[in-house]
């Protein structure tokens, strides 16, 4: 029936479609060819917007949300009640992007947003697997928990550069995300903010960053940094782990902390000495740095827990540090450059497997003070095997080998 109107009444038939229901003129026109010239015209979807009062004041009228008006008029028709009220709340001056606004709106494809933002609240776009940013409003202040967590599309390669706060999962899972730099107002970058970012390409972080929150970095398999900033003091809990093309060869001298898993299995990274004011190499710290090639440890270590440098296959020290007391289980597993000649005079505990199969372990005698010395310790260890040094190890756990 209606293929039988003049051109204009049909596009007007088609606008009242619109306005009455929007899935149904999705509908003619992907599967009625007799209106693929209205359907295929741009300045028509934009007719069916602004007649159904859903045209963005915020962008160009060709372009609504940086998508063209049939892909925006689509998009829109498929959001369920409460994400199109917020998709429809957006203005020209709306500063603040609410809390769960978009969660998990998966059919959201907006490619830029309202110009004067300067908050992206919790979880706003949380899941929004189709949302495709280029760039964030260049006012953006505030990127708050979550807010973009799960975005596999997103392909941002900067940030706003008065961004201040990025909150902990802001960005976590989102492979596309092709990052160049981060703002310089950045201190903290907190808990898996970029969190198996794959693409991410930070060539060097914010000047002034103090701290580097658990797994913040984690499996960012892109991230090439060859250094990290001067004031840095802090890395926590798997902030690199798995970051395999991590290629830093030194780490900053203030650095006082570097906790459980922080370099785990980071397999580019070639330091030569960590930072003088260590005091412990936390478990699994530098495990599977395959690269890893330390000639010494800081001079005021005292423990060196579990797996610490697990698989170094590198790591050809000759030497602990003194006040050494505490080697933990599997501490030097599998190192097999590993050449020590002696250890600490105040070590007083060598947990089970600590140098299991280190081949080039040269000991000829225990600390006077060894009080406890795990099972199979010294597996593998063939060198040390038919003297003095196996007696006396024997002697204390007939197992250690």
């Known amino acids: 029936m209606l293929e039988s109107l003049q051109p204009e009444l049909r596009e007007f ?46 962008s160009e009228p060709s372009s609504p949300g940086g998508m063209t008006p049939k892909a925006y008029f689509e998009m829109a028709c498929t959001l369920n009640e409460p994400h199109q009220a917020a998709l429809l709340a957006l ?33 706003a776009f949380w899941d929004c697997t189709s949302l495709a940013l280029t760039h964030l409003p260049p006012h953006l202040t505030t990127i708050e928990y979550g807010a973009f967590e799960g975005c596999t599309s997103l392909t941002l390669t900067h940030l706003p550069p008065n961004l201040e706060y990025i909150g902990r999962y802001a960005f976590e899972r989102c492979p596309s995300l092709a990052l160049m730099e981060l703002p310089p107002n950045i201190t903290t970058i907190e808990d898996r903010v970029f969190s ?5 390409a930070l060539t060097e972080l914010p000047p002034n960053l103090t701290t580097i929150e658990k797994s913040a970095f984690e499996r960012c398999t892109s991230l090439a940094l060859t250094h990290l900033p001067p004031n840095l003091t802090t890395i926590e809990y798997g902030a690199f782990e798995g970051c395999t093309s991590l290629a830093l060869t030194e780490l900053p001298p203030n650095l006082t902390t570097i906790e459980k898993s922080a370099f785990e299995r980071c397999t580019s990274l070639a ?14 710290a530098f495990s599977e740095c395959t690269l890893l090639a330390l000639t010494h440890l800081p001079p005021n270590l005292t423990t060196i827990e579990y797996a610490a440098f697990s698989e170094c296959t590198l790591l050809a020290l000759t030497h602990l540090p003194p006040n050494v007391t505490t080697i933990g289980s599997e501490a030097f597993f599998g190192c097999n450059s590993l050449a020590l000649t ?8 060598i947990e089970r497997y600590a140098f299991y199969g280190c081949t080039s372990l040269a000991l000829t005698h225990l600390p006077p003070n060894i009080g406890y010395i795990g099972d199979q310790v010294f597996e593998g260890c063939d060198q040390l095997r038919g003297g003095a040094f196996e007696a006396a190890v024997l002697a204390i756990n007939d197992s250690a080998f």
């Open 196 to 200: 198996e970012c794959t693409s991410l």
């Open 91 to 123: 203005r020209r001056d709306t500063t603040t992007i609410e809390s769960r606004a978009f969660f998990g709106c998966k059919s959201l494809a907006l490619t830029h947003l309202p110009p004067h933002l300067t908050t992206i609240e919790r979880g």
């Open 13 to 58: 038939v088609l606008l009242a479609l619109a306005v009455k229901d929007c899935k149904g003129l999705n509908e003619i026109c992907q599967v009625n060819h007799q209106f693929e010239d209205i359907c295929k015209d741009p300045l028509f979807w934009q007719s069916a917007l602004r007649a159904k009062g859903w045209m963005p004041d915020w």
């Open 271 to 284: 330091l030569t000495h960590l930072p003088p004011n260590l005091t412990t190499i936390e478990y699994a």
């Open 342 to 349: 002696h250890l600490p005079p105040n070590l007083i505990t």
